[in-house]
């Protein structure tokens, strides 16, 4: 069964920093490609960062959060990491790790609140 626990949300002023983890169980993420997806309510969700499947494992963003925000993955705890620096208060929204395996599979969320 796959399953894909997000953690390390919270609240930050704007310039802090924050990082999250994605936990998998049933798959091995060093083996799919990952994304990080977002939402604020009332909105859609926003795909902002992804990571590769294999051994390099390259990150991609959305302007946005490029050089801000930082995908990296840790193979033998089998998660990946958000690092997230000079929070903004737009960045205030529930994050997901997010991966397609013949559907999508999707964490429960977990609240980044930014505001001073």
């Known amino acids: 069964q796959v399953q894909l626990v997000e953690s390390g949300g919270g609240l930050a002023q704007p310039g802090e920093s924050l990082q999250l983890s994605c936990t998998a169980s049933?798959?091995?993420?060093?083996?799919?490609?990952i994304r990080w997806v977002r939402q604020v309510p009332g909105q859609e969700r926003e795909g902002f960062g992804c990571?590769?499947?294999?051994?390099?494992?390259?990150?991609y963003y959305v302007t946005s959060v490029k050089d801000r925000f930082t995908i990296s993955r840790d193979n033998a705890k089998n998660t990946l990491y958000l690092q997230m620096n000079s929070l903004k208060p737009e960045d205030t929204a529930v994050y997901y790790c997010?991966?397609?395996?013949?559907?999508?599979?999707w964490g429960q969320g977990i609240q980044v609140t930014v505001s001073s």
């Open positions: 997010n991966t397609y395996i013949y559907k999508n599979y």
């Open positions: 049933g798959i091995t993420l060093s083996n799919l490609a």
């Open positions: 990571i590769d499947g294999g051994g390099i494992g390259k990150a």
